[in-house]
């Protein structure tokens, strides 16, 4: 396969996954347990998640290692295990993407806040993403893909830890946009891009998101801020809904095609799905923007 960077920046556009959590629940994921200590016992309910956004059209697929820090799998009691949990989520994507995907290595926010409003200096922020990302180098990703990011300083020490392991990899990141238009810390689009491309990240954008068009419109602004960025953009499937005690998003897979449309005329060069997008959504944003017609 073609070096990611050069497929990211030359094009065509790179059709990413949906979403992790809803699928592996529909493989039979307990509510309420973690995905990445599930995984080190189940890894072929992962594999076959991964490989139905392949065979939908995926050609970047996500490592289930949203919650591979330390301070996330501290809580599933697998702090001492980072470095498994992260090599087998990575070898896992491997082997479902073959020659036909490439494989980004989920970085997810800490889930505390740093300092002041919580107990985590800035230079242990950069060390935790650094252990993990450094574990997800080494098991051999194309990229570090930071993502789902609300604190600007979070996302910060996230892209300088990926950097200090990176060895070459390209490391990118997208924040979620839950509030008015800004994350639910109050970073705005145009502050994020500002303060992290100068960083030397390949690519930013938006994933998750209060409503669809909450991430049309970030995408948007940061076009607009930054004309040559390349740009990210992996919505949820519209809002969630509840019914008959099921969360159900609102999205249909064409409305997620049209979406994709959009944001690839905003400059986005890597699109896919968030909370509530399944390989159905990922079939039609394929065939709507991708190069591998399924
Ligand atoms: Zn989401």
């Known amino acids: 396969m073609e070096d990611f960077l050069s497929r990211l920046k030359n094009g065509p556009v790179i059709v990413a996954d949906g979403a992790m959590g809803t ?30 956004y392949v065979e ?10 949203f919650g591979g820090t330390r301070t996330r799998l501290e809580r599933a009691g697998l702090h001492d295990r980072v470095a ?59 990229v570090l893909y930071i993502e789902t990011m609300s604190d600007l300083n979070e996302a910060r020490a996230a892209v300088e830890g990926a950097q200090r392991v990176a060895n070459g990899i390209p490391v990118t990141i997208t924040l979620s946009f839950d509030s008015h238009g800004r994350t639910n810390m109050g970073v705005k689009p145009e502050q994020a891009v500002e303060t992290l491309l100068p960083l030397g990240v390949s690519a930013i954008g938006a994933n998750c998101g209060a409503t669809l068009e909450m991430t049309h419109d970030a995408i948007a602004r940061m076009h607009e801020t930054a004309p ?24 249909t897979p064409a409305d997620m095609a049209e979406r994709a449309r959009e944001f690839v005329a905003l400059g986005a060069r890597i699109v896919g799905g968030c909370c509530g997008s399944t390989s159905e959504h990922i079939q039609a944003i394929a065939q709507a923007i991708g190069v591998k017609q399924t």
């Open 228 to 251: 040559e960025a390349i740009l990210i953009a992996k919505p949820n499937a519209g809002k969630p809904h509840l019914v008959e005690r099921q969360v159900i998003y609102d999205a």
């Open 84 to 142: 498994e949990v992260n090599r087998q989520a990575a070898e896992i994507a491997r082997q479902a993407a073959g020659e036909q995907a490439y494989v980004g290595g989920d970085i997810g926010p800490l889930g505390e806040f740093l300092k002041p409003l919580g107990k985590i200096a800035y230079e242990e922020a950069v060390d935790i993403f650094a252990e993990q990302a450094g574990a997800l180098v080494q098991a051999g990703v194309d």
């Open 23 to 52: 699928m592996l629940q529909a493989a039979g994921l307990p509510l309420g347990t973690s995905p990445e200590g599930w995984l080190l016992e189940n890894p072929d309910p992962v594999v076959g998640v991964h490989r139905a």
């Open 56 to 65: 939908a059209g995926s050609e970047l697929i996500l490592t289930c290692t």
